[in-house]
């Protein structure tokens, strides 16, 4: 048992602060200030337990579990693998860092273009966790794309995004599943055609051509009842914005951006940025928390 990861615990003259945005103010003695170290290092429950019975100990760490502040799992088996520090980031939720775990690794998403947004999300989507992927493109990779698209190197100009991406997966976590749809996305048609026997958890709609593709991957997504995000850039601001089922049912296609001028100007940071606020969003929907574009979407507007 300890405290968890993020909270600070701050020895003050008269009192011991323990907590991070919102906390708790303990008295300042020497078996409170032993308690804590021990907690913040992490000790053995029975241990504890065999050297702390005293009633003033035993109101400290009911206090600590009601504001949730104490973790019981150990990561033991994850520590020397690439997820670990996951687990800690977890510990901000209620849910145990194994629970949002298990729900990324078991989560399936399908990714449309795997360009400067599409293919960033795709790196940060595995380095959550998640093992399952629906990939999407007809282009091959050629050298414009590499000043953004960072997933793809020198030696990759020529190749199909798809197969580069599925090499890369594999290389990155080889219990990975993919399946690969070498095809131009024109219409709703052609993703219900594609997705209509596939069990996905969401739709990440990354692409640009054709220009309403926002809006017939909604359409596909109501007959689907798969929940989707979209997003995009331009020369001076970005836009991004996940819809959950009940969402996709109210919204009509002229909500959608369309892409009736994609310029050739596209930059590195800004697709990077916009990349991570969806693939922040996608995670922790997925989890279920609280995500950046919930309430509506999302526009960064770049500084001249």
Request: proline share 3%.
């Amino acid at each position: 048992m300890r405290l968890k990861d993020y909270l600070l615990v701050i020895p003050m003259e008269d009192f011991i602060y323990v907590g991070y945005e919102e906390g708790i103010k303990f008295p300042n003695t020497e078996i409170i200030s032993e308690l804590l170290s021990h907690l913040k290092q992490g000790i053995q429950e029975e241990v504890f337990y065999s050297q702390y019975s005293n009633h003033i100990v035993k109101k400290v760490i009911e206090i600590l579990e009601k504001k949730n502040f104490i973790v019981y799992e150990e990561y033991d088996k994850y520590e020397d693998t690439i997820f670990s520090r996951n687990f800690y980031y977890y510990e901000r939720f209620k849910p145990t860092s194994i629970e949002l775990h298990n729900k990324l690794s078991k989560a399936s998403v399908c990714i449309i273009g795997l360009g400067g947004i599409g293919g960033n999300i795709l790196q940060m989507l595995m380095a959550a966790g998640v093992q399952s992927f629906h990939l999407i493109d007809f282009d091959k990779v050629e050298s414009h794309n590499l000043n953004r698209q960072f997933l793809y190197r020198v030696e990759d100009i020529g190749k199909y995004k798809i197969d580069v991406c599925k090499d890369y997966i594999m290389n990155f976590n080889p219990k990975s599943n993919i399946k690969l749809y070498k095809e131009r996305i024109v219409s709703l048609f052609d993703l219900t055609r594609i997705l209509k026997h596939v069990d996905i958890d969401i739709i990440i709609q990354c692409g640009d051509y054709p220009s309403n593709i926002n809006s017939e991957t909604l359409l596909a997504c109501k007959e689907l009842k798969v929940p989707m995000i979209s997003g995009g850039v331009g020369i001076d601001f970005g836009f991004f914005e996940l819809l959950d089922v009940e969402k996709i049912e109210k919204t009509k296609e002229n909500y959608m951006v369309d892409n009736y001028a994609v310029p050739k100007g596209s930059f590195g940071t800004t697709n990077s940025i916009i990349a991570s606020y969806m693939a922040h969003d996608i995670t922790h929907y997925l989890m279920g928390e609280m995500y950046f574009s919930k309430f509506g979407r999302m526009v960064i507007k770049f500084p001249r």
